[in-house]
């Protein structure tokens, strides 16, 4: 069964827009994945479909109600699979990361809630929202683009959503490391010649190099990540030699 995903949005036209292309657009196609998108909006009975009102308290801007919502998911619970998490994009939520997404890729699906405006009612939120999760400490101006970059982030992962030449399985975070270099064509570029390993042939070579700049990639601008990783005897020797090529500044060997 396709991993099942509804989406709560005021903009659905908005996140169907991007799922027409690349990746994603050939999981739905192939039924690897499926997403429906749910406008709160169509569960009003009101003359002017009111999905938002003024703020209890006062200040600007609009709070989304928690009625046309509450009526939304109860339309997408009686249409889909028992048992998915309700999930908030939203800046107060958990970070998400590799370790989340990979979880969430284990289940059968999620439904998801976009928030505009200044957010949701969170009466809505206590009784409804399972988790709230965050993709990073910045505000955008609704829900919309963090929910596809979780979409699509799961979707990655999924047995047969990536082509042959594109394996989940080498990607940064997968591996715990972030990515090395890459290079194409023309051999030289703005005086700039591609590392001569990449060009020897030699594929054992290129895997050892390609090794040495993620390790020393992930030692210099993620130290964090590197503290997680158990690295084997060859790797610590090859993180060793990337030190000893590229001194931090100020740093005597
Ligand atoms: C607005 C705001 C203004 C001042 C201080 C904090 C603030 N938070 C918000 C806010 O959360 N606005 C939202 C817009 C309401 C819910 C949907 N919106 C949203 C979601 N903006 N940014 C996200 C988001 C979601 C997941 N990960 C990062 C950002």
């Not at 406008?39 to 989304?64: K, L």
Request: glycine share 10%; aromatic share 8%.
């Amino acid at each position: 069964m396709a991993f099942r995903i509804d989406l709560l949005t005021l903009f659905p036209d908005l996140v169907e827009g991007y799922c027409q292309y690349g990746v994603l657009s050939r999981a739905l196609r192939e039924e690897i994945v499926a997403l429906q998108c749910w406008n709160p909006r169509d569960f009003t009975s009101d003359r002017h479909a009111t999905v938002d009102d003024a703020s209890y308290g006062g200040g600007p801007g609009m709070v989304m109600k928690a009625e046309p919502l509450d009526r939304a998911l109860q339309t997408v619970r009686e249409n889909g699979p028992e048992g998915r998490p309700v999930i908030y994009l939203s800046p107060q939520g958990r970070r998400v990361n590799h370790d989340l997404i990979e979880c969430a890729a284990a289940g059968e699906g999620l439904i998801l809630l976009a928030g505009r405006y200044e957010g949701v009612d969170e009466r809505f939120i206590d009784q409804h929202v399972d988790d709230e999760w965050s993709i990073g400490d910045f505000v955008v101006n609704g829900g919309e683009l963090p929910a596809l970059m979780v979409v699509e982030a799961i979707t990655r992962l999924l047995p047969g959503a990536l082509g042959d030449g594109e394996s989940a399985q080498q990607d940064s975070f997968s591996t715990g490391m972030l990515d090395y270099p890459h290079y194409t064509r023309p051999k030289e570029y703005a005086g700039v010649a591609v590392p001569p390993v990449l060009l020897s042939g030699d594929h054992r070579a290129i895997a050892r190099w390609r090794m040495k700049q993620a390790l020393g990639r992930t030692w210099s601008r993620r130290p964090d990540l590197l503290a997680g990783l158990e690295l084997s005897a060859e790797q610590c020797k090859l993180l060793d030699e990337f030190k000893a090529e590229n001194p931090k500044p100020g740093e005597l060997n």
